[in-house]
């Protein structure tokens, strides 16, 4: 059947239908809102993603349901929204001056200081009570990961967050009360069209359906793919890049789907990390760490895994883990489709296994062995909300009598690309697993690795790091105690 094509972007702005035909490929929703619309309370503080002021919620329709997101505002390109409905801070309050309860909550808890973060926080929490009406502490924490206060206000916020679990009933919220009407807005503007907008550099594509995509690429080898923007919207914010033509790809339910089969798992490129998290702490509790301090809950919502995997980064935080696990690419060009190992897909620093016209499909992830002994541990300078100095991923499996009988030992941040330790793992195979073992394959890191110095951490300290974290790892997974006991076993049953 012939793609149709429409001229312009359609989504919903608070209470009003917004149609663009004018829309530029890199126009941010923040600049939209504050300059266009006039809607100032969603602030401008880093402008990549980091300290949560521009906060919005973004919904969107998926498998029937309207779903709500907080996201960075600064980095959400104004083209990604087609189909959706954003809520910003002005849309709150009742029309008689109440405040929403969220916003009652920080006045009667003094969470306000300076007030420039505010409205973030505001929405974060509101995106936080629509989703858990009763948060605990933790879960509150989580939610603010991504908002930044200056003027160190946490404990007041949380305060403000708690008191609001006490309201409790949703349905006094206009938004949830709204909410079918709402749906009925969105799927209208349903009509299964391929959108362009603009040309040349300024050209803004998306496509009707995953097909489409696959024809659009190919008659566009060169265009920039932004599927959550985490990264490509710094490439606009802080490196003032052109990176038309653009294709979109966040509306396209087909790259958002999770298979759970039986040897394995597997994720849409479109998958974002809050919408994988589940599935991953289901069958890999191993990863529940690192995940939640992938960014904030912002980045998160809008980030993809098959973005972090796709644009190649040495410091992304899922390949490390991910070469641990065995996962593949499923990678597509037209209607043809191959599968990579992850591990080979990062050529050089840059340079990924993928031609021009050919997409990241899927991530395909088996299942750990009942005998896998699997960690992953994540270095960076700030606790939360930060890129990798050093990411480490380790897979052993030992034999009956204690020896390794394999090991996959990845890391990110010292090299170039995502990289195996091929001599330390050479080192471990066929040894038994204890302090003697561990400390020669920690002699053989020189011969896998010669990491950069940069603002992040010296070289030194990387290669300090990841001889460290493999003790971690051996110490983690019960060591010589774990030795002691296979021995016995295998000497008296």
């Known amino acids: 059947m012939e793609i149709q094509i429409r001229n312009s972007i359609q989504f919903l702005l608070n209470d009003k239908i ?15 809102l504050r300059l266009d619309r006039k809607l100032r309370g969603t602030k401008e503080g880093c402008a990549e993603g980091d300290c949560g002021a521009c906060t919005v919620l973004v919904g969107r329709l998926f498998n029937g349901q309207l779903k709500y997101e907080s996201v960075n505002a600064c980095i959400r390109f104004v083209g990604s929204l087609d189909g959706c409905h954003v809520v ?17 909550a920080m ?4 969470a306000s200081q300076c007030g420039f973060c ?6 974060s929490l509101y995106g936080l009570w629509m989703r858990n009406p009763r948060p605990n502490t933790q879960e509150i924490e989580k939610a603010l990961q991504g908002n930044l206060c200056r003027c160190t206000g946490y404990a007041a916020i949380i305060r403000a967050a708690e008191s609001v679990s006490a309201v409790g009933d949703l349905k006094k919220d206009p ?9 009925e807005q969105l799927l209208a503007l349903r009509d299964g069209k391929r959108v362009v907008i603009g040309e040349g550099k300024q050209q803004l594509i998306l496509p ?3 097909d489409d995509f696959a024809d659009v690429l190919e008659n566009n080898p060169g265009a920039t793919i932004v599927a959550g923007s985490t990264d490509v919207g710094l490439w606009v914010t802080k490196f003032m890049r052109e990176i038309g033509p653009v294709v979109f790809l966040s509306h396209l339910d087909d790259l958002r789907q999770i298979s759970e089969g039986g040897d394995g798992l597997t994720l849409g490129a479109g998958v974002s990390y809050t919408e994988a998290y589940p599935a991953i702490i289901r069958h890999f509790s191993q990863l529940t760490e690192l995940w939640n301090r992938i960014g904030g809950q912002q980045v998160r919502n809008m980030g993809t895994v098959g973005g972090n995997v796709a644009n190649g980064s040495p410091i992304g935080d899922t390949p490390p883990a991910l070469i641990g696990l065995g996962a593949t690419v499923l990678l597509r060009k037209g209607k043809i489709r191959r599968s990579v190992p992850i591990e080979n897909y990062f050529i050089e620093y840059g340079k990924q296994d993928r031609s021009p016209g050919e997409f990241v499909e899927a991530i395909q992830i088996p299942y750990l062995g009942a005998d896998d002994l699997y960690g ?14 050093v990411c480490g991923a380790f897979r052993i499996v030992l034999d009956e009598r204690g020896r390794v009988k394999s090991a996959v030992i990845a890391f990110g941040g010292m090299a170039g690309t995502p990289k195996r330790a091929g ?12 302090e003697g073992a561990i400390e020669k394959a920690i002699a053989a890191f020189s011969d896998d690795f010669t990491p950069l110095t940069d603002w992040r951490a010296s070289a030194d300290y990387r290669l300090l790091v990841a001889k460290n974290l493999l003790r971690r790892f051996y110490l983690e997974t019960g060591g010589e105690k774990n030795v002691r006991l296979n021995r016995y076993e295998a000497a008296f049953g």
């Open 118 to 123: 505010t409205p973030g926080f505001v929405m």
């Open 376 to 389: 992953v541990y994540k270095i960076s300078k700030r606790l939360d909300e930060d890129i990798s100095s």
């Open 175 to 183: 938004l949830v009360a709204e909410r079918a009407r709402v749906t």
């Open 208 to 210: 009707a359906n995953v």
């Open 423 to 434: 001599a330390v793992e050479q080192a471990l195979v066929g040894a038994v697993w204890d």
């Open 18 to 32: 917004v149609e663009r035909t004018d829309v530029s490929a890199t126009e941010t929703l923040l600049d939209f």
């Open 107 to 110: 006045v009667d808890t003094h």
């Open 88 to 104: 910003t801070v002005e849309a709150l309050a009742e029309t008689d001056g109440t405040l929403h309860p969220v916003q009652q």
